[in-house]
């Protein structure tokens, strides 16, 4: 049954990278991105360190592979939280919400050496501009209905609502997320 | 007259500084801040090298010099604009604007070397903190006239709008940086 066997082999794989992807990030925000080493993660993750060298050649590599992952994850995430809403208002709101509390958690360590690395990836552009294709499109949704504004482009708006959105980088609270959200909802309103 | 001879010496210290800090960043505009120099930033303000170096010790210096009077103007124009609008809804629209056109030139730059630079200048924190007041307060005035929402503190909405507006260094026209406005204010009715 050799097609048994490399899924195995394959299921296998996907979960000892997924394993070194995660203490790495464990590590960095532990340490700093500086000072973690091969070692340490091969040690944590429990595999030798010729076996991480067969996955990975450096840290920066595996940071990229963890951010890659991460960003996927959050847009798979929006895309369902948008799927699950009913009708344009509730879809829109929902997505605003969720990117709002992902801003809030991940958008808290700008200006640190490990946001202006993973800065540079080129994963933020394209994830950039598949999130604001998906604002955009539900703006112009509510914009056809009349429950939005239809005197800005769809994609103005998105930018706005993107750039609004990051205020939650800096919020307290969930509380206060959901008033950010709702105070940018108004800006929309035709 | 030893006053008067004072006086003197003091506005042309001020003129030679100014021409320093102007010729600074053009070149740093044209070259990149790693390929400037002491020796063409002299040449270019018509000043010695010795002479430079009695005002400043390294590019550096002079970029942060420079930086503090930029952000000092900036400070002092939204404060004009604001005492010369009429009514409450009149200078919050006037320093909202006024913000928006100067995050436009000013934040378009980001990701570069000298924004990254720059972000480490500990005049930007202050500057931001007076900012944030100024807004505020405004807020706060509209909140009490009934012409703005009451729901959420003002220092809230203040961190919205300056993010929102921020929107505005990716804009392409002036005409895209109203209506960024516009919507900015909409989010801020009651």
Known sequence: MPKLWNET????????????LDVTAEL?????????TMSQIAERAGIGRATLYKY?????????????RQITAHLAHLAEVRDQADGAD???????????????????HHGTELSSFLHRDEHVGHADQHLREMIRDLLAEGAANGTLRND???????????HA?????TLPSKAAVHRLVTVTLAGLRP
């Open 56 to 68: 990975f050649p450096d840290v920066e590599a595996i940071l990229l592979a963890w951010h890659g």
């Open 28 to 36: 960095v925000s532990e340490q700093g991105l500086r000072a973690v």
């Open 90 to 108: 509730g879809r829109l709101e929902a997505v605003l919400t969720a990117y709002a509390l992902i801003a809030r958690t991940t958008h808290g």
């Open 9 to 20: 082999i394959e299921a296998h794989r996907r979960s000892v990278r997924d394993a070194i």
């Open 152 to 162: 800005v482009a769809p994609a103005e708006l998105a930018n706005y609502c993107l």
């Open 165 to 169: 959105l990051a205020a939650a980088g």
